[in-house]
C-alpha cells in the first residue's frame, strides 16, 4: 500500500552540487510528474513522462533533467544547484488521462546554500 | 486556457462552524475539478473531484463542493469545522493537453485555521 514514494525527505545542497531525487510509484500508472512548491505559488509542473522512456517539459523546467528507465520511476535530476532551487520537490502519479486522480507523493524538501 | 483562482489565501473559522473555500475556475473545455488538501509537511491528499457527472460533490472527511457552471465556481464547504481540519487547500483544475497528459493547474491555495 506504498502509493508514491519520493527520497530522500530532506537534504541540503551547496551551490553547484548535484543531485537526484528518486521517485517510485506501486500502481502501474502510466503517467508520472516532478512538481515544485513555492509559497503563494501552489505547485508548478517541472517535467512528467507518459511512459517508460518519455520525459516531457513542464511549465518550470529549466536546471532540471528527468528519467524514466522504469514505468514505476522518475528520476528528477539537479546538475548544478542553485539557490532559486530551494524548494518542496513533489512527485506524483496517474493511470491516464485528463479525470483521473494524480497520487502525490509525501515531499523532498531541498535547501540550496 | 485553463486557470484557477482561490479568492482566499487564508480563512480563519471556530470550531463547529461552517466553512466555505471559494474557487473560480476558467476552462475552454469541460473541466474536471479537484480538491486537494495537505496538512502541515506533508503530500497533497485528494479531498473530491468534479468529472462531468453529479454537480454536487461529496468528499472525505465531511467535505463536498458544487459545480456551477453558470458561475464557473467550484467552491468547498462543510457544515461543521473540526480542529483537525486546519490546513492548506487547493482547487485544480485539469487541463486534458489533446493526448498528452492531463496536466493539473493548481491555485495558490488557502490555509485554513480552525479556532477552538
Known amino acids: 500500500n506504498a502509493g508514491v514514494t519520493q527520497t530522500p525527505k530532506f537534504r541540503v545542497l551547496k551551490t553547484g552540487q548535484s543531485m537526484t531525487l528518486l521517485c517510485a510509484q506501486d500502481?502501474?500508472?502510466?503517467?508520472m510528474y516532478w512538481y515544485r512548491q513555492d509559497p503563494g505559488m501552489g505547485l508548478r509542473l517541472i517535467h512528467y513522462s507518459v511512459g517508460e522512456g518519455t520525459t516531457a517539459k513542464g511549465e518550470v523546467p529549466d536546471g532540471y533533467n528527468v528519467s524514466r528507465l522504469k514505468k514505476q520511476n522518475f528520476l528528477l535530476g539537479l546538475e548544478s544547484a542553485a539557490p532559486s532551487q530551494t524548494s518542496v520537490y513533489f512527485c506524483?502519479?496517474?493511470?491516464?488521462?485528463?479525470?483521473?486522480?494524480?497520487?502525490f507523493g509525501e515531499g523532498s524538501w531541498l535547501t540550496v546554500v | 486556457a485553463q486557470s484557477v483562482t482561490q479568492l482566499d489565501s487564508h480563512v480563519s473559522v471556530s470550531e463547529g462552524t461552517p466553512v466555505l473555500l471559494r474557487c473560480n475556475y476558467s476552462?475552454?473545455?469541460?473541466?474536471?475539478l479537484f480538491w486537494y488538501v495537505q496538512h502541515p509537511n506533508k503530500g497533497l491528499q485528494l479531498l473530491l473531484k468534479y468529472t462531468s457527472a453529479a454537480t454536487l460533490v461529496k468528499g472525505i472527511n465531511g467535505f463536498e463542493a458544487e459545480f456551477k457552471k453558470s458561475e464557473t465556481s467550484f467552491h468547498l464547504t462543510k457544515p461543521s469545522a473540526h480542529m483537525s481540519d486546519a490546513a492548506e487547500y487547493f482547487c485544480v483544475v485539469s487541463r486534458f493537453d489533446g493526448g498528452a497528459t492531463n496536466k493539473l493547474i493548481f491555485g495558490t491555495g488557502t490555509l485554513l485555521a480552525v479556532q477552538p
Open positions: 506524483a502519479s496517474s493511470y491516464s488521462l485528463s479525470g483521473n486522480t494524480i497520487y
Open positions: 500502481m502501474n500508472h502510466e503517467y
Open positions: 476552462s475552454s473545455y469541460s473541466p474536471s
